[in-house]
């Protein structure tokens, strides 16, 4: 993969100066989510779990919490719709849950736009081909989160982020961050039909071939 100037260093200089002043611009949105988290939910606040970011690597995502710890009879948690309460929905509904990863972003784990970090249980699943998304750092929002979201199926998704990582510019950029604003005041597609968010990725007949 050809690397230019603004995938070697333009995107993580605009990534460090805007999430610095994004996160001061912010502050008060973000303590005041917290505070409505920790009123509504207890503590703690924040939802940290592994995800899988630049070249596989493994750091941990910062979120608000949107769902309880409800288990069943045997410990095993609840599935996410019996979990994830009103607050949580409203949260997910204007993406303020995602505000915490703009320190993501700070550190260097995240990106401010790029293909969104998913579970480490699904690296094995991937082909060749959706391994890809892995070739730059995980982003807050992405092209695939601006042309569906969670209304795409898996295969969707991982064919956006891919068409991504080959054209990355600073206007491509733009234009997600643009449409992630929009999406923020008319949200849609937060979440699969049936499901709270996403239903589970398995292997695809690719992935299985892949792994042949």
């Not at 080959?166 to 961050?177: A, F, H, T």
């Amino acid at each position: 993969m050809k690397r230019n100037w603004y995938r070697r260093w333009g995107k993580r200089f605009g990534d460090l100066a805007l999430g610095l002043l994004l996160s001061m611009l912010l502050l008060p949105l973000t303590l005041t989510t917290a505070v409505v988290v920790a009123v509504g939910m207890g503590l703690p606040v924040l939802f940290r779990q592994d995800r899988v970011g630049l070249n596989g690597n493994v750091f941990q995502l910062l979120k608000f919490r949107s769902m309880t710890d409800l288990c069943d009879t045997n410990g095993v948690l609840a599935p996410d719709q019996q979990r994830l309460t009103l607050i949580g929905k409203m949260l997910r509904k204007l993406s303020l849950d995602e505000l915490p990863q703009l320190w993501n972003v700070i550190r260097g784990d995240m990106s401010l736009v790029g293909p969104r970090p998913l579970l480490t249980r699904y690296m094995p699943r991937y082909s060749a081909h959706q391994r890809r998304r892995h070739e730059v750092l995980p982003g807050i929002t992405g092209w695939a989160q601006v042309n569906g979201r969670n209304a795409l199926m898996w295969e969707q998704k991982f064919d956006l982020d891919v068409w991504y990582v080959d054209r990355i510019s600073p206007g491509l950029d733009l234009k997600i961050i643009w449409f992630t604003i929009i999406s923020v005041f008319q949200p849609r597609d937060v979440s699969a039909e049936g499901h709270a968010t996403m239903p589970e990725f398995m292997e695809t007949e690719d992935s299985l071939t892949s792994h042949d």
